[in-house]
Each structure stands twice: as structure tokens, then as C-alpha cells.
């Protein structure tokens, strides 16, 4: 009896010290990516953001993106086309002579958050 207690004993004091890490999922190649649409709809959206525009209207599956910056509206479309690659136009309306260049500082703002 004493020998089945003490083998109970150690065998449960060497499944306490054993620790078990799942490896973590790694995945390769494309799937690892952010889709062409998803970096270019995060590119517009941060342009505008980072020249001060106030987003008010998101509409991913639509590709549109509005704000506000000054009495201008700032306006961003997204666009796949069919070949794959992605269009992206920003238009202003409103009192675009408080800010002349504020379309083109956001063009700038994308470019650089593209990578270009």
C-alpha cells in the first residue's frame, strides 16, 4: 500500500512539472498580405486623417470615405478595377479657397503612406 501511495505521488508530481506550449500557426505567401483594397482603403482613410480632415462617413464596400477639414469636404473613392488593380480619386467641394492645397496635401499623404 505504501509503495502504490508513494508511486501515486511521484507520478503525479512529475505531470505537474511537465508544461505543454502549442506551437503558434504560421502561414506563408500571399495569405500573409493585406489585400491591394484593404492598404489602399487604410492609406485613404489615414491620408485624410493625417491632414486634419474630420471623417464622417465610411462605406467600405462601397470605397467611399467623407470628411469635413475648414468648410471643405474632402471626398475618397476606392476602386477596384477589373484588372485587379486598385483606383483611388480624392475630391474636394465647398470653401476650397480657405485651403487651396489641402487636396494636394492629401494626395502627398496617401503617396506616402503607400510607399511612394
Do not use: H
Not at 55 to 84: E, F, L, N
Request: hydrophobic share 35%; with cysteine.
Amino acid at each position: 500500500m505504501k509503495k502504490l501511495t508513494f508511486l501515486v505521488i511521484l507520478l503525479a508530481t512529475f505531470a505537474t512539472g511537465c508544461t505543454y506550449y502549442p506551437t503558434t500557426p504560421v502561414t506563408y505567401g500571399a495569405t500573409t498580405s493585406v489585400s491591394k483594397f484593404d492598404q489602399s482603403w487604410s492609406a485613404a482613410i489615414g491620408a485624410l486623417s493625417d491632414e486634419g480632415v474630420i471623417i464622417s462617413k465610411k462605406d467600405r464596400s462601397a470605397g467611399i470615405v467623407q470628411g469635413k477639414r475648414s468648410g471643405i469636404q474632402v471626398t475618397g473613392d476606392v476602386r477596384t478595377q477589373a484588372d485587379g488593380s486598385v483606383r483611388v480619386q480624392f475630391n474636394t467641394s465647398g470653401a476650397t479657397s480657405t485651403d487651396p492645397s489641402l487636396i494636394d496635401r492629401v494626395t502627398q499623404a496617401y503617396n506616402r503612406r503607400m510607399g511612394r
